[in-house]
């Protein structure tokens, strides 16, 4: 008896569980694929293809869940495994599962606060506020199905795509298992992965659609339905005896969470499939997308374990000498379709011919380029939760729709904030056409030691909404330390609180994508108090300044990343000329007590070039000046230093140095650094700056003219809270190494 549980125990393949089928006549047989869900990890079921394609065993159904799906469903659209390796690599899977878009897609007055949201609740008019359904709308991916599915996208019926396909949703509504069909194949796809929580859920007809691992994560009775009765099954989900460690994102833990009875639907149907291929991928995680070279290798080394390979290649042999015919069916993937009719359907907040013009949509035959082109527009003015199309076709003719999914009206977001050992956090309230048709009115207020508040509206005018007229006004309070220069140490005597109301009114003109120019009249008041003995120190309480401006400023940026750009340029120029100018210091007899000045002019630039050298390094050059004519108008000045993104007004950051470290009615300031991606997220950045200016120990003491170089290294981190930033730097003055630490989003 021991001698036969050995020899059974050693016949027994690592991956494989072999039934034999009862078909006599292999020439009937029916070959099906079921691929199960698995995230990343399901990339393996391409791996497992190639090797069947070398033996020539193609499927004539094909069913599958979640990334199974979508392998799956790929290769029911007349994609071989070879194409399929080629496409998964090449995609930005970082971008495509979290809409994570170059900012340089984004219009550029929706950027300042694009995806800078830690949290968020919409709301329509007469709606309670509501968290979204999903993390990510899936607009990215929803669109990437589309483009790869365009040339079968007017088939409805799967039985009629290169192989006969079925896949797995689960339907919210019905709470049950649900196998697609009738319906766009990249909608299909899109639904089966919809992992609860982290996408949001589909809308088709009746039901709502969410990733079909939740109930059913290996469908091998579907596939069996189809016709099939030989099942070649392939499991890159979740093993029967999983540990803690496995579990490291929010990702992994929410499918898992999801996944219990579609792990127990797979437990049951493996034990019906004649070739059950389980690959090694204990050491992957479902969100290990930046590993998927390996993960499919690992596919195709466990198809081809000799206990397996030589069960597929038995197989293979009988069916061929049976006079087997498979029916994969071959499909014309030249997408050359043309629609003379596209429609827009389901908008009711934006302007139908506004979407129409910015989008360059015609009555003229236009081809897929130019419908995705038109996409890429609509979706630029961050108005859109996703836009989605169906493609139709009658007789001869082929009709689209796109089917944009609007933003709710009004949104209610935060986020926090952390730089140098202070916290604050950001609220924001954000209404699109809520007060007048194409319009935004928004306010945005910084919680701290330093607050901040923006209220900002816009009218939109022009046939592109190029053209907007601005009514903004903005507020800061700033801790400001004060220092004095005793035996060459810099001695602090306490320190500042401005507060700085600006007024701004004007018009805003964006003639492309990446180029806005505007043209306001300002109104500044800044009140200035000394404090912490500083009022003795120099006998003087306060400091008032009220200015009246006109501004013009205009700015072209196409960079790829506000934080950590790979790519692209960014310039600014700005000029005010102050009409009238008045600075007060009451209580004291000083020849400044009533200083005023007319005709000033103010002139600040910036160019930040970011050159790419290699998909993972750049070098990125900066420079930036700014003049102030009005010399004896203290709080006009220029203050330099601080290494926070998040600048207050008149602020030129300078590492090494504490933030408004000097005050200065004049500069020059050139950067240069290399920018290292360690990581998918994670970034290195050493650099050098050298600063020219007048300095003024911000006091309005005598100025002196200064150099100042910094030197130092950075490490950033693309967290889901924001950037993180962490690094050490130090000054040709004081000698002395700085670090800083930048946590979140700016203001």
Known sequence: MKQLLLILILILPTYLYAQHTSIQNKKNAKIGYVLSGGGAKGLAHIGVLKVLEELDMAPDYITG????????????????????????????????????????????????????????????????????????????????????????????????????????????????????????????????????????????????????????????????????????????????????????????????????????????????????????????????FDKATEIIAIGEKAAREPEVYNKLKALANELKTSGYKNSKRKIDRSSNLQFNNIEIKGVQNCQPSYLKNISKLSSDSMGMNEVHQAINSMYSTNQFNKITYNIDKDSSEYRLSLLPEEKKQGQFSGSLNYSRFKAGMILQNHFRNWITPASSFKTRILLSENPRLLAEFRKYSGKNHNINYVFSTYLESQKIPNFTELNEADVELGYLRQLQVQTKTGIAISSIRNTVF?????????????????????????????????????????????????KGINFEFDAQYAFYAKMDIPDTQDEFTDVTKYNVPRLESQLDIAIPLHRRISLLFSGRAGLNDATDLFTNDFFIGGYNPSERLNQVTFAGLTPNRYSTNRFLKLTAAAQFRLFSVIYFKPEVNYGRFNISYTTGADRTPGRLTSYGASLGYKSFIGPIQIGVFGNSKTKSGMIVVNIGYPF
């Open 65 to 288: 869940t979640s990334m199974g799906a979508i392998v799956g469903g790929l290769y029911a659209a007349g994609y071989n495994a070879h194409e399929l390796d080629s496409i998964v690599s090449e995609i930005d899977w970082a971008t495509i599962l979290t809409d994570d878009f170059s900012v340089s897609t984004i219009n550029i007055l929706e950027r300042p606060n694009y995806n800078q949201d830690l949290f968020y609740l919409q709301f329509d008019k007469g709606e309670k506020p509501t968290l979204p359904a999903g993390l990510v709308f899936g607009h990215a991916i929803s669109n990437k199905f589309a483009q790869l599915t365009d040339h079968v996208a007017h088939i409805r019926n799967f039985d009629n795509l290169a192989v006969p396909y079925r896949c797995m949703g689960t339907d919210l509504n019905a709470a049950q298992s649900v196998a697609l069909n009738n319906m766009p194949l990249a909608k299909a796809m899109r639904s089966s992965m919809a992992i609860p929580s982290v996408f949001a859920p589909v809308k088709h007809d009746s039901m709502l659609l969410v990733d079909g691992g939740v109930m059913n994560n290996f469908p091998v009775r579907e596939c069996k339905k189809l016709g099939a009765n030989i099942i070649i099954g392939v499991n890159a989900g979740f093993a029967q005896n999983t540990r803690a460690k496995e579990y490291k994102t929010i990702t992994s833990v929410l499918m898992r969470a999801a996944s219990f009875m579609g792990d127990e639907s797979t437990r049951i149907q493996k034990e019906e499939v004649d070739l059950f291929i389980e690959p090694d991928l204990k050491n992957y995680g479902v969100e290990s």
């Open 518 to 566: 505007s043209l306001t009249a300002n109104y500044t008041y800044n009140l200035i108090s000394l404090r912490a003995g500083l009022d003795k120190f120099y006998k003087i309480k306060s400091i008032t300044n009220k200015t009246i401006s006109a501004q013009a400023h205009i700015m072209f940026n196409n960079q790829d990343d506000k934080f950590f750009p790979s």
